[in-house]
């Protein structure tokens, strides 16, 4: 491979940066020859065989069959090893704590759900200590086998005060000494996020970002929030705030003063889960049961489907008209994200938004070119099963695989 810039030309360096490509591309192809590794990195074969029976030798890969059905002899297959390392995520919200295990490969290879109710039983740590357990005895595993542990929670734990800010909603992860007793419960690499900023990681490595360097996520569930990457990586803000934009200040809605306190803001009341019902009853129409996420999913789950339905360009009724109110709230918000980063994409994710499907973006696409100068494209969040888990997972991944996979050392 050709030597990157700046790099010292060491020949353990120069093997180690072959080493690394050659198992990026085991994980991307699944399998492959000693041939192929060496026509896609540029090797010649003597120098892939060692390459390969090196990693080999350091448990990193494993030949896994041969080549069949094709002219000649059969070739060896490789690929990389899954029990080179495991990792956990969990996603924890107001109802539950989700957790899964991946092995290094990415396949998520052990799952739980824990429940939170909140006349619950037992301590923040203890929760999330069970959530890991359940999941790592799902996998057939042991907490020892975790390489990485990646916890994605609403708001943001403060880099300056190790505390959580911006969730206020979240009962039981405010102590100032959570971190300190999580990292003595937990005592492996462990990391924290912001869900949505993790929701924007599973989207710009398995989802609707993939190759865009500079996007915005915009989710809608529980709340409303935001996530920025900028230059290829994410953009938290100094007290990791960025993204809060359920607090933001938005025509058509009352000023809201110490939004901390209450939690809620004008983009918030404008576009989220409470303006959908709100919406809905000053239309007539009927308010399903449920959650206030689980109602306003279902409404524009139903206007979705009236205006496919409807064969009609422009539909005209009730759920019609809930489509058009909630374009335009969205699109209000988003005029101010887009005046400031200006993104080349945005990411529509989150149940709620996503309910509306496409009748719904693409309304706000049209409002959103009249209130704003720059047009980036929207498109739906293709990343439909656990997204926070799968951004938590995929961010363990990362880390452990630069370390994992560094053979210089």
């Known amino acids: 491979m050709a030597r990157m810039a700046g790099t010292p030309g060491t020949p353990r360096v120069l093997r180690a940066m072959n080493d690394r490509a050659a198992l990026d591309l085991l994980l991307e192809h699944g399998t492959l020859s000693r ?4 026509k896609l ?22 030949a896994t069959g041969t080549t069949a059905g094709r002219p000649g002899p059969n070739a060896q297959l490789y690929s990389v090893n899954p029990a080179a ?3 956990a995520g969990l996603d924890v919200n107001t109802e539950r704590i989700r957790a899964a295990v991946a092995d290094i490969t990415g396949r998520t290879v052990g799952a739980y759900r824990l429940p939170t109710p909140h006349h619950r039983t037992g301590t923040t740590v203890e929760q999330v200590v069970q959530a890991l357990e359940g999941a790592v005895k799902a996998a057939g595993l042991s907490r020892a086998d975790l390489h990485r542990v990646v916890i994605g929670t609403p708001g943001a734990f403060d880099p300056s005060t190790g505390r959580l800010r911006y969730a206020s909603h979240l009962p039981g992860w405010h102590s100032p000494t959570l971190l300190d007793e999580l990292a003595v419960a937990l005592p492996m690499p462990l990391e924290y996020d912001n869900d949505v900023n993790l929701a924007a990681i599973a989207e710009q490595r398995l989802g609707a970002a993939r190759g865009h360097g500079d996007f915005a996520l915009l989710w809608n569930e529980e709340g409303i929030g935001a ?3 900028i230059g290829g990586r994410l953009h938290r803000g100094w007290t990791g705030g960025a993204g809060e934009v359920g607090f933001l200040p938005v025509p058509g809605t009352p000023l809201v003063r110490n939004v901390a306190k209450a939690n809620n803001g004008g983009f918030q009341e404008l576009a989220g889960c409470n303006a959908v019902l709100r919406i809905a009853a000053e239309l007539g129409l009927d308010v399903p049961e449920g959650s206030l996420q689980d109602a306003a999913t279902e409404l524009l789950c139903r ?3 009236f205006h ?11 759920y019609a008209d ?3 109110r909630c374009a335009t709230g969205h699109a209000v918000g988003l005029a101010s994200i887009v005046a400031v980063l ?3 994409l945005i990411v529509l994710a989150g149940n709620v938004t996503t309910a509306g499907g496409e009748p719904l973006r693409s309304m706000i696409q049209a409002e959103l070119a009249e209130l704003a100068v720059p047009r980036p494209r929207l498109v739906l969040g293709t990343v439909a099963l656990h997204p926070v888990l799968s951004g938590a997972l995929e961010s363990a991944l990362a880390t452990t695989r630069d370390e994992v996979f560094d053979t210089s050392r």
């Open 35 to 38: 041939t192929r590794i060496g």
């Open 41 to 62: 990195t540029g090797l010649s074969k003597p120098t892939a065989s060692q390459l390969l029976a090196r990693l080999e030798a350091a448990g990193l890969v494993l």
């Open 85 to 87: 390392a495991h990792v």
């Open 227 to 229: 996530a920025f990457v």
């Open 303 to 305: 206007a979705a489907e």
């Open 308 to 318: 496919e339905q409807s064969g009609q360009e422009e539909p005209t009724g009730p």
């Open 322 to 324: 809930l489509l058009a």
């Open 342 to 344: 200006d993104p080349e």
